[in-house]
């Protein structure tokens, strides 16, 4: 059973930038698509970005293309997503999930695709 604990979140300044971490324990990290989502009050969750298994491909919404970036370490097990130009519309909670998937090639943007899920971490961007 995999467990996942994100990290890093908080309260910043519009312009600012945050790194969240997710660290895996209980499972194959390095045979799995890692990828974060978010959900804002009154909203649906979201699809944010995803890393294939390798690391070598990475997939982001439109709305973060060019200002967040998705990494992992396949050696600590831990997926990060490096948010830089926060706005106030990115303010949320992040969660990362694991696709349930072994060896996918590429990533999915689907939440249904993902079958374990971290527990959350809100980011507050003030204007």
């Known amino acids: 059973q995999v467990q996942l604990v994100e990290s890093g979140g908080g309260l910043v300044q519009a312009g600012g930038s945050l790194r969240l971490s997710c660290a895996a324990s209980?499972?194959?990290?390095?045979?799995?698509?890692m990828g974060w989502f978010r959900q804002a009050p009154g909203k649906d969750r979201e699809f944010v970005a995803a890393?294939?298994?390798?690391?070598?491909?990475?997939y982001y919404a439109d709305s973060v293309k060019g200002r967040f970036s998705i990494s992992r370490d396949n050696a600590k097990s831990t997926v990060y997503l490096q948010m830089n130009s926060l706005k106030p519309e990115d303010t949320a909670v992040y969660y990362c999930?694991?696709?349930?998937?072994?060896?996918?090639?590429?990533?999915?943007?689907?939440?249904?695709?993902?079958?374990?899920w971290g527990q959350g971490t809100q980011v507050t961007v003030s204007s």
């Open positions: 890393v294939t298994y390798s690391g070598g491909s990475t």
């Open positions: 209980g499972g194959t990290f390095s045979r799995y698509a």
């Open positions: 999930a694991r696709d349930r998937a072994l060896w996918r090639e590429g990533v999915t943007t689907r939440a249904a695709d993902f079958g374990s």
